[in-house]
C-alpha cells in the first residue's frame, strides 16, 4: 500500500508567521513530490516540487525532502489571510503503466488576521 | 486555467441516469488521468491513459467506463451509479513519458451528485 500521509488540521496561524506542512510517504520508490495548494471548491493547483534531498526556496515557499527518512515539508514564510486553504502532498509512482501521483488527504491552514 | 476543461461543471443524476464528464486539454500533453476527490478521503487515481491508451484502472467499478479517443481529449461515462459516488470528478493531464518535474494540471472538476 502506498501511502501519503498528512496531518488534516486545521493549522491555525497568525498572519506573518511560518506556517510548516508536513508530509511522510511510504513508497521508497517515488522520486518526485509536489505540493498542491486546493481552494474550497476548487482544483489543486501546483505550488512547487522536489526530488532532491535538501531544500527549494520559491518566493516565500521552501519545500524540504528527507529520503531517509521519508518526510517532506512545506513552509510557508510571511503566511498571509489568501494562503489559508488546503495543502495537498504528492508523491510520484512510476510504473511499468506509466506515472501517477498518490496523494495525501491534505492539511488545511488557516491564517488569521 | 491551467489548460484543462471539463463538462459540465455540476451534474446532479439520478442511479439509473447514463451520463458523461468530459476534459480536454490544450497543454499538447499525452497523458490523462481521472481522479476521485470525496470529502475526508485522499485524491483517488482511477484512471491513466498514455498515448490513449489505458495504462491504469485502479479497481474501479465498471459503472464507471473511461474513454480516451485522443491525446486530448478523456471522457468518463456514467450508468447506474451510487449515492456514494457522489464527489467531485478532477481530470488531469502530464507529459509522458514521466520526468522527476512532470506535474499534472488539473482541470476545475465536475461536482456529481447521485440521488
Known amino acids: 500500500q502506498k501511502e501519503v500521509e498528512q496531518n488534516s488540521g486545521p493549522l491555525s496561524v497568525p498572519e506573518g508567521a511560518i506556517a510548516s506542512l508536513n508530509c511522510t510517504y511510504s513508497d521508497r520508490g517515488s522520486q518526485s513530490f509536489f505540493w498542491y495548494r486546493q481552494y474550497s471548491g476548487k482544483s489543486p493547483e501546483l505550488i512547487m516540487f522536489?526530488?532532491?534531498?535538501g531544500d527549494k526556496e520559491d518566493g516565500r515557499f521552501t519545500a524540504q525532502l528527507n529520503k531517509a527518512s521519508q518526510y517532506v515539508s512545506l513552509l510557508i514564510r510571511d503566511s498571509q489571510p489568501s494562503d489559508s486553504a488546503t495543502y495537498l502532498c504528492a508523491a510520484s509512482a512510476v510504473s511499468n503503466s506509466g506515472y501517477a501521483l498518490n496523494f495525501g488527504k491534505g492539511t488545511s491552514l488557516l491564517v488569521t488576521p | 486555467e491551467t489548460g484543462v476543461t471539463q463538462t459540465p461543471r455540476h451534474l446532479v443524476m439520478g442511479m439509473t441516469n447514463k451520463k458523461s464528464l468530459k476534459c480536454e486539454q490544450h497543454?499538447?500533453?499525452?497523458?490523462m488521468y481521472w481522479y476521485k476527490q470525496s470529502a475526508k478521503k485522499p485524491l483517488e487515481l482511477m484512471f491513466v491513459y498514455n498515448f490513449k491508451e489505458q495504462t491504469e484502472n485502479n479497481s474501479v467499478p465498471s459503472r464507471f467506463s473511461p474513454e480516451c479517443p485522443n491525446s486530448s481529449h478523456l471522457f468518463l461515462h456514467l450508468h447506474t451509479l451510487q449515492p456514494e459516488d457522489s464527489a467531485l470528478y478532477l481530470c488531469?493531464?502530464?507529459?509522458?513519458?514521466?520526468?522527476?518535474?512532470?506535474?499534472?494540471?488539473f482541470g476545475p472538476g465536475t461536482r456529481l451528485t447521485v440521488l
Open positions: 497543454l499538447g500533453h499525452n497523458a
Open positions: 522536489i526530488y532532491s534531498n
Open positions: 488531469a493531464s502530464s507529459q509522458d513519458p514521466p520526468q522527476p518535474s512532470n506535474e499534472q494540471f
